[in-house]
């Protein structure tokens, strides 16, 4: 068979092998099938680009910037407070630019889109169903689904309701908006079991973009009910704690899945205060790349830990700039947050000029998403393992939205017929 037919089902066996890597990545008890996934995705895509002689690259709008962050990762291992380590957490950097990139060239056409964001959709759901059979108000922490820890599913679901908000609120058929319902609602009283702040600060943060976005009433209706019923469960939980009322409300508050110590609240403002205190130590490299630099750096010390106060130095950053300003340097920080702002402001631009609904709905997934997921990673870095796998499938989705590759499918099916 010559290459030019083989080459097709080439491609097939790629997109095959690199959704069911992405199917995989929540699933904590599936890592050796994503590691082998990945190691076999990799072998392939290089035995494709050997084959085409060129490589699976597709022009975005944040080569650039993308290219710059990186390199400058590169540049300050060698100052890492243990460089062997740094060197393995970079590959993992360079492994999600391979998945971007790769999803980006093999899921270019509107059909393998459609799968891809189908295929999320379900991974989702499946995730929140079993978050939410773990509920247990006595212990929030037990609320993990299938993933590592309370913290990265909190992450996680923050990253997927947009998409499916932006599905339910839509211009979509009937049925595609209820089953957006359907995923939303799972998510969302997943999230809500776990009792985490920070995550229904994020949630929020994202259903009033998303009203700004969408600007219908149903949005603005979402918003405002959520926002209440969050602000009101705030002041029972804590007027209770601070004035012991008898009967109903007594009731009520112990009900009610939402954290009222402020142990957790204080600690972040030490460890904060920390990290500022280093960054001015450490502000052109950092200390290294990968979290736990700073726990080689500083976890050997000996704390004196203040009553009330909770150790700093096995903490880590707990917050996403913080700790690209320690590790990597204030560059590597503004390089990060001017990627961010591009793809906020890109994003928004192509949403206005798209025209169909699914387009419409990815892309104001995706800007949602990114919004929602930098006000969480404000209250703890998770930009990690397959969370910032993930983050970088679902940000090819929203470059494969925009009108510009839309023209270049519509092109390619024009040549193939």
Known sequence: MPASERAPYFDMVVRVVLAVYIAVLPFKSLLIVERSGFILLLGLLVGWSAINRRLFYSRTPYDMVLLAFVLWVGLTIPFSVAPPYSVMEYGKLLQQMVVFYAVMYFFKEPRY???????????????????????????????????????????????????????ALGEGPAEIRAVGVLAVGLMTVSLIATQSRAGLVAL??????????????????????????????????????????????????????????????????????????EITKHWLVGIGYGSQSYFLLYGQDQEVVLPGHAAVTHAGTHNIFLYLALHVGLPGMLFFGWFVIRVVLKSSEEYRQAH?????????????????????LQFDQMLVGSLAV???????????????YNRAAEEIQVRRF
């Open 204 to 277: 929020i943060g994202e259903l009033w973009v998303m009203a700004w976005f969408i600007r219908s009433v149903s949005a603005k209706l979402v918003a405002a009910l959520a926002t209440v019923c969050v602000i009101t469960a705030v002041v029972i939980v804590f007027n209770a704690n601070s004035t012991p009322v008898a009967g109903v409300t007594a009731d009520i508050t112990t009900s009610l899945p939402l954290k009222s110590g402020l142990g957790s609240v204080v600690h972040r403002f030490d460890i904060w205060w920390f990290t500022l205190s």
């Open 356 to 376: 169909d609904w699914l387009s419409r709905a990815v892309l104001v997934g995706s800007l949602v998403s990114v919004v929602g997921l930098m006000l969480r």
């Open 390 to 404: 993930l983050f970088w499938v679902l940000l090819a989705m929203a470059v494969l939205s925009y009108s510009s």
């Open 113 to 167: 889109r459609q799968v891809l964001l189908g295929l999320i959709g379900v991974m989702a759901m499946v995730v929140a169903g079993y978050g939410i059979s773990q509920f247990n108000l006595e212990n929030p922490q037990a609320v993990v689904s299938f993933l590592p820890a309370e913290v990265w599913l909190t992450t996680f679901l923050v990253m997927v309701i947009p998409f499916g908000l932006a599905v």
